[in-house]
């Protein structure tokens, strides 16, 4: 079990929530007299964040902890703050094709020392998700929802059923016993990939009445990559006087636009619309039914791999980790 940080190890001080709970401690009184006692090792970041603060380094550090134990144990719990855990569930996701053994990150909604806390649920399930022999590769258990890693969102700042994958049904639900559905698609797996490392990826969020001023100034000085929310199936204010033409400049000076779509659940068809066929000419990448924090991830994961320009966009659309369904004729989720 791999500690770097987030609600479930913090104390209360007089300056809100920071860690500092004995997590080793309460773990072993967890275990006590079940199958699993004595059997869990934990290691820690030094240095415990809250995931507000975690960047691609973090994901870095997340990947290189996992391979220095990897042969220490048969599977893995990472526990990480809820606020950036699907950013770095997809993150691990790519970076972890080639790891063999299963890694199943959690958090809490609410500390250990809280009565009514999640963190035993949510800890004891991601145990019994990593250990079931059932899983491949990364997945997020929470709240009675075991989802797999590259399709985890956040969906609840506040509730126990805190996370969701809307386009996938979820890997298990619990109870007794656990109900389990066959993964979707296959993946084609990156091997050795280089590791993370920062990358100036914008994540825009377009809204009713922005400008092409607005834009551009957004776009000065140009990033490496961009992910755009546009709305529905990944539409843009094409009436808006020269909007259209400021993403396609960004296009046409090497920057790739990968263009998402707002909604929660979402197939994004460029051109479906004469409101998207603009951004679809000019070349800008669609995100399928990717989350944001798979987007966002899956740029920074392929600009770490040196890639750019037609090789990017071709590796956007490729279905690396179980991201993505490019077929839109699948069923719908549940
Ligand atoms: N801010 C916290 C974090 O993401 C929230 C949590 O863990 O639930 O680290």
Not at 32 to 43: P, R
Not at 141 to 160: D, E, I, N, Q, V
Not at 239 to 259: F, K, N, Q, Y
Request: hydrophobic share 45%; aromatic share 8%.
């Amino acid at each position: 079990m791999l500690y770097t940080g987030g609600t479930l190890g913090m104390v209360e001080t007089p300056r809100g929530l920071a860690p500092g709970a004995d997590l080793a401690g309460w773990l072993d009184r967890l275990l006590d007299g079940t199958e699993m006692a004595g059997t869990v090792g934990m290691t820690s970041f030094e240095h415990l964040i809250d995931s507000s603060n975690a960047t691609p380094d973090d994901w870095r550090a997340i990947v290189d902890d996992l391979w220095a134990h990897h042969d220490s144990a048969d599977a893995f719990v990472v526990l990480h703050g809820t606020d950036t855990m699907a950013y770095t569930s997809a993150a691990l996701s790519y970076a972890l094709t080639g790891f063999g053994k299963p890694v199943v990150m959690t958090g809490a909604q609410y500390p250990l020392g809280v009565v009514g806390t999640d963190a035993a649920p949510n800890v004891t399930g991601a145990l019994r998700a990593a250990t079931s022999g059932r899983i491949d590769g990364v997945a997020v258990f929470f709240g009675h929802k075991l989802l797999a890693g590259p399709r985890a969102t956040k969906t609840s700042s506040w509730a126990y059923q805190g996370f969701d994958s809307p386009a996938v049904p979820p890997l298990a639900l619990t109870g007794a016993p656990w109900r389990w559905t066959a993964p979707a698609g296959t993946a084609t797996g990156w091997a050795d990939p280089e590791p993370y490392r920062r990358h100036d990826v914008l994540v825009l969020d377009l809204a009713p009445g922005i400008t092409a001023s607005r834009l551009a100034a957004a776009f000065d000085p140009l990033p490496e990559a961009v992910v755009l929310r546009a709305f529905g199936t990944g539409n843009a204010p094409s009436e808006e006087p020269g909007l259209t033409d400021v993403l396609a400049g960004v296009i046409a000076s090497g920057v790739p636009i990968a263009v998402a779509s707002q909604c929660v659940q979402a197939e994004v068809l460029p051109g479906r619309y004469e409101a998207g066929y603009a951004l679809a000419r000019a070349g800008a990448i669609g995100a399928h039914d990717m989350t944001l924090e798979a987007l966002y991830a899956k740029l920074v994961f392929l600009l770490c791999q040196g890639l750019d320009g037609a090789e990017l966009a071709d590796a956007m659309s490729r279905n690396i980790a179980g991201e993505l369904t490019a077929n839109p004729d699948r069923p719908l989720a549940q």
